[in-house]
């Protein structure tokens, strides 16, 4: 059919999203004048309740900003905090940690892809229509997440805003017969997630590439979770410290949550895509392998093809979670020493959705005086709607039912958490 001039894509509430938000894109003269994601949800000032509390507390605290994601909030907030005080937790406490944002990525990634991403390509409205059709496809995401949820709820103390994590370790470190009956459940999953990579890979994705700033933290050797630098595909190379001298967030007038960019205004990407392209190579060897077979190269620009990536990174997932209770030993104490001190600390770490960045400033009493908290989808907002922008101009000729669902389809790509990002609302009071 041929373009309209004037037209309008417009979506009330966003379905298979976490949160509320709504899509506008306004079409004038044969292009696209705007596009906005608008989030909506009210925002929840997490920022303002660290203020005034204790050292100990933002664990806790932020974890309760995500049912799906609190593992990443308490990591990011534990870097931080240890930045502060100098305590590097290494050895098997690392690796508990490592292990336990394992369980985050899988039963975060096979949700996803099961029940929100995957109706998408296969013509459903919702996971549980697609079961319908593909119940055995849909059971078997539902193993994974349940293999996922099974670590954080060992490891964490409870499948949902864990409870175990503190500031220079745990509470409690589990034991190493412990973890045994979780291996043998994670070998299962693992053959499982290879088949989800063999499954997506078939799927029918729309053409759609754009040149991305790639954004994720640094590498220590390992595919990134957790670290101490950012880096980007453009030559960013940076510790976490100078985050606030290269990012900077803007409250725009849509949306609830701030839209953050780099430092000269532009939009970049995080998240599966953003670490697949900068450290596929530190995959594990079966990942590393199942993604050559599903022919995503070396870079994947393509959005739509996200979805492989994540269920790549739920393989990588899984085989790591393996390693790491196979050459798991009890550590001598759950959690190191912390004496906290005056200072200004900075944490990130690999939410699933992507990097996600805290500061905090603690006074001379252990209280915390400043928090900052910067979430994956509040810095994948300027670049979700960009994406909008330059799909809907290619492809003015879509019938509007079809223009519509790929633009809520481009949204889901991302796998926003709108309620992370509602955490913060600047408000100027001027007295007339």
Request: negative net charge; glycine residues 8%; proline residues 6%.
């Amino acid at each position: 059919m041929a373009a309209e001039t004037t037209r309008d894509v417009h979506v009330n509430a966003l379905a298979r999203v976490e949160g509320e938000g709504g899509l506008r894109i306004r079409i004038r003269d044969g292009r696209v004048v705007s596009a906005a994601l608008d989030i909506y949800e009210p925002p929840r000032f997490f920022e303002a309740l660290l203020r005034g509390r204790g050292w100990t507390e933002p664990v806790d605290i932020t974890a309760r900003i995500c049912g799906i994601c609190p593992v990443a909030y308490q990591m990011s907030a534990v870097e931080a905090l240890e930045d502060i005080a100098h305590v590097k937790v290494g050895g098997q406490l690392l690796a508990l940690r490592r292990l336990l944002y394992c369980g985050e990525w899988i039963e975060s990634h096979a949700l996803h892809i099961h029940l929100l991403h995957a109706p998408d390509f296969l013509g459903y409205p919702s996971g549980v229509a697609m079961a319908g059709d593909h119940r055995a496809a849909v059971e078997r995401g539902l193993r994974i997440k349940k293999a996922g949820n099974a670590i954080v709820a060992l490891v964490g103390g409870r499948e949902v805003h864990p409870v175990n994590v503190r500031v220079g370790g745990f509470h409690r470190a589990p034991r190493k017969p412990e973890l045994a009956p979780l291996a043998e459940e994670l070998r299962r999953a693992r053959d499982e997630a290879l088949d989800v990579v063999r499954w997506v890979e078939g799927l029918d994705f729309p053409e759609h590439e754009r040149d991305y700033e790639f954004v994720a933290t640094g590498a220590d050797g390992v595919y990134p979770m957790l670290g101490h630098r950012v880096v980007s595909s453009r030559g960013l190379a940076i510790p976490v410290s100078a985050w606030d001298d290269n990012f900077t967030e803007t409250q725009v007038e849509h949306s609830m949550a701030l839209h953050a960019h780099r430092r000269d205004g532009s939009a970049y990407l995080v998240g599966p895509l953003a670490r697949y392209a900068l450290h596929h190579d530190l995959l594990t060897p079966l990942a590393r392998t199942a993604a050559a077979a599903a022919g995503l190269g070396e870079v994947c620009r393509n959005p739509y093809r996200s979805i492989v990536v994540r269920a790549v990174e739920t393989l990588h997932a899984v085989d790591e979670a393996v390693r790491l209770i196979e050459s798991y030993e009890d550590p001598d104490a759950p959690a190191l020493p912390v004496e906290m001190r005056a200072g200004t600390g900075y944490g990130v770490s690999e939410a699933p959705r992507g990097l996600l960045y805290h500061r905090y400033s603690v006074d001379a009493q252990g209280t915390i005086t400043d928090a900052r908290i910067v979430p994956p989808t509040s810095q994948n907002q300027a670049m979700i709607e960009a994406d909008l922008r330059d799909f809907v101009d290619a492809n003015l000729d879509l019938p509007q039912d079809t223009l519509q669902h790929r633009c809520e389809q481009m949204i889901r790509n991302y796998d926003p958490c709108i309620s992370c990002a509602t955490h913060f609302l600047r408000l100027d009071i001027a007295e007339l």
